[in-house]
């Protein structure tokens, strides 16, 4: 029996999946969070098989909660399931040790395929988006600039685009005001954006974010 656990701020998206997998032979879903923090708290009382991630929730969000138990549970094969096809998402995902990578529009078959790729100890990446990754080898940074921020970066820019304010995004990441500002200005620099309102334009421009939350 696969284990699998679903991480997801939308009620409906949780128990639509739910449904799904519990009609599939070999599978279990031992448990439902709203939010990064409550995963990272669910997988140090009881490691899952699979986790399937979403990466824009409120808090912290996928990214920085993937990192979290990635670090005290290795084992845990975690498929971060978004809206996000576009590069660098993909990439940084699958750096961080992320087994797999979902997009929402996937269907039931090869979310449960994935499911069962990732528990073999396999990666899963859908062939679309794999193509795009192999692609991008040949292109220019300067085509999509968000390629050149560091894994923390394109964690705070999510942060920062969904309004969270820099204290907030202090509270949730566990880190300093002063060290949130700094690798904001870091980021404005790479990115040639002066504030918040510019990063927000250019994120949606290059498609970092999806609109109707904004």
């Given amino acids: 029996m696969i284990n699998v656990l679903l991480v997801d701020d939308h009620h409906l998206v949780r128990v639509g999946i739910s449904k799904i997998l519990g009609c599939v032979k070999g599978l279990s879903v031992v448990g439902e969070c709203e939010t990064g923090e409550e995963a990272i708290k669910f997988c140090r009382q009881k490691e899952p098989d699979v986790l399937l991630m979403d990466m824009d929730m409120p808090g912290m969000g996928g ?50 395929n994935a499911i069962r790729a990732v528990n073999s100890g396999q990666r899963y990446l859908p062939s679309a988006i794999a193509q795009k990754m192999a692609l991008s080898q040949f292109k220019s940074v300067d085509d999509n600039p968000f390629s050149s921020l560091s894994d923390r970066e394109l964690q705070i820019m999510i942060m920062i685009t969904r309004g969270d304010k ?49």
């Fill in 63 to 112: 990214l920085e909660a993937t990192k979290k138990i990635l670090r005290f549970a290795p084992d845990v094969k975690i498929i971060v399931l978004t809206a996000h096809s576009e590069d660098p998402f993909p990439s940084k995902v699958m750096q961080m040790g992320a087994a797999g990578y979902l997009t929402k529009d996937a269907g039931p078959d090869e979310m449960v």
């Fill in 166 to 214: 820099v204290p907030n995004i202090s509270e949730h990441l566990n880190l300093s005001t002063k060290t949130i500002n700094s690798y904001r200005y870091r980021m404005f620099d790479k990115l040639a954006v002066s504030n918040d309102v510019e990063l927000t334009h250019l994120a949606i421009r290059y498609g970092m974010i999806k609109t109707e939350k904004l």
